[in-house]
């Protein structure tokens, strides 16, 4: 049996865009996705999504 995957995105509208940086991450990095990669280079690029997202979220926080 399958087990339903809990994440999901809290503003759906940011869907697009994520998808976006996870390919541009994926280009920079000379990645390509999908499931014939290994997991270690597929998570390499979640990995720098989430740095890039933390960065981007403490500069939001500093600049208030």
């Known amino acids: 049996m399958a087990v ?3 994440n ?3 503003v ?3 869907a697009e ?3 976006q940086l ?9 990645v390509e996705l999908g499931p014939d990669t ?8 979640g990995g720098e999504m989430v740095r890039r ?9 500093t600049l208030t």
Do not use: M
């Not at 996870?22 to 000379?30: L, P, Q």
């Not at 290994?38 to 690029?45: E, H, I, P, T, Y």
């Open 12 to 14: 759906p509208e940011a």
């Open 17 to 19: 865009a994520l998808e």
């Open 4 to 6: 339903p995957r809990k």
């Open 22 to 30: 996870k390919f541009d991450i994926a280009r920079e990095f000379g």
């Open 8 to 10: 999901r995105l809290l």
């Open 53 to 61: 997202l933390v960065a981007l979220a403490q500069n939001q926080i």
């Open 38 to 45: 290994a997991a270690r280079a597929n998570g390499s690029v």
